[in-house]
C-alpha cells in the first residue's frame, strides 16, 4: 500500500533542519490537493448519484462512517451540515467504529470487527433510499468495507474514498474515489497527505451536494441553522443581499415570523404568509430562486 510506503530518502528526517521538514510536509499536502484534483469528475458523478437519490425521497438519509483518523475526518464533515446548511438529524447518521469514545481517543481493535459493521446496518435499517458513504484511507479497514457491503446490499447508493488503489474499498463501493495522494513523509502516518486529502474530497462533496439539494441560494447559506445570537447579524446581510430595497426592521420582523429561517423570511419579506411560503418551497423542492421567480 502507498499509505505505508517507507521512503528511504526520509531515513534522516530528524536530523533536517525546521524549515527542511515543513517543507516536506508542505509538499506532501500539496500532494493531497492533486489528489483530489484529479479525481473531481468522478467526486461530481457522485455527487450528482447522490443529490437524486435523497431529493426524489424524504427517507433518504446521508450517512458517514469510518474508522479511527478517517472516522474522525467524516464525523467532523457531516456535524456541520445541520448548522451551515440545516440538514435534519433525522436524515444524517455518523458512525465510528468504536462509537462516539472513539472520537476522542484509539479505541484499538475496533476497525477489525466487520460483524459489528454488519449488525449496524440492519439496527439502523439501512436501505435503498440511503447514501452512505465510507472512509478508510488504507481502503482495507474492515470495519468499513464490511458497512459499504453490507450498505450496498440493502439497497444503498455507497460512495468509497480511499488513499490506495486496488482495496476492498473501493470494490465495494458503487462510486469509489481513489485519492492518490502517495506515501507519507512519516511512513503509515495517515493522518497527514491521506487526511488532508479526506477532509478536502469530503468538504467538496457535501458543499456540492448542499447546493444541489437547494440549501442555499447563490452563495449564501439560506438554510443555516438558527443555532446563535451572533448569526443574526449575518441572516439580516443575507436578507439583503437578495432584497436589497429590505430595511432592516422589517428582516428582522420577517425572520421572527420564520423562526430565523432564512429562506423562509425571504418570502415573508416578499408579502407571503408563512404558510404560502411554505408550501411555495415544499413546491419547488427548496428551492428559493424559483420561488422568487414565482412571485416576482
Not at 464525523?75 to 456541520?80: H, N, R
Not at 453490507?150 to 485519492?179: C, K, M, Q, W
Amino acid at each position: 500500500m502507498q499509505t505505508e510506503h517507507i521512503n528511504p530518502q526520509h531515513a534522516d528526517l530528524d536530523l533536517q533542519s525546521d524549515d527542511a521538514i515543513l517543507t516536506l510536509l508542505l509538499n506532501s499536502q500539496q500532494q493531497a490537493i492533486d489528489a483530489v484534483s484529479a479525481v473531481q469528475g468522478v467526486v461530481a458523478s457522485a455527487v450528482a448519484a447522490a443529490a437524486k437519490r435523497l431529493s426524489n425521497d424524504e427517507r433518504g438519509r446521508l450517512v458517514l462512517v469510518g474508522a479511527g483518523a478517517s472516522g474522525r475526518i467524516a464525523v467532523q464533515d457531516g456535524a456541520e451540515l445541520w448548522p451551515t446548511y440545516g440538514w435534519p438529524a433525522a436524515r444524517l447518521l455518523l458512525q465510528i467504529a468504536g462509537g462516539d469514545g472513539a472520537l476522542m481517543k484509539s479505541i484499538e481493535g475496533v476497525e477489525d470487527d466487520p460483524e459489528d459493521a454488519q449488525q449496524q446496518v440492519k439496527h439502523f435499517n439501512i436501505n435503498q433510499h440511503d447514501v452512505v458513504l465510507g472512509l478508510a484511507a488504507s481502503g482495507r479497514s474492515p470495519w468499513t468495507c464490511a458497512w459499504l457491503q453490507a450498505a450496498r446490499e440493502a439497497g444503498a447508493l455507497t460512495i468509497g474514498f480511499s488513499n490506495n488503489a486496488d482495496t476492498p474499498l473501493l470494490t465495494a463501493a458503487e462510486h469509489p474515489v481513489l485519492l492518490d495522494s502517495g506515501a507519507e513523509v512519516l511512513a503509515g502516518s495517515t493522518r497527514m497527505a491521506s487526511g488532508t486529502a479526506q477532509k478536502i474530497v469530503l468538504n467538496l462533496f457535501s458543499t456540492l451536494l448542499m447546493i444541489r439539494l437547494n440549501r442555499t441560494h447563490g452563495n449564501l447559506m439560506v438554510d443555516m441553522a438558527a443555532t446563535n445570537i451572533k448569526l443574526e447579524g449575518r441572516r439580516i446581510k443575507m436578507m439583503q443581499t437578495i432584497l436589497p430595497e429590505l430595511a432592516e426592521t422589517d428582516a428582522r420582523q420577517a425572520l421572527s415570523e420564520a423562526n430565523g429561517w432564512v429562506k423562509l423570511a425571504v418570502l415573508i419579506a416578499k408579502g407571503l404568509k408563512r404558510d404560502s411560503a411554505e408550501q411555495l418551497l415544499l413546491d419547488y423542492s427548496g428551492s428559493l430562486r424559483l420561488s422568487l421567480q414565482t412571485i416576482a
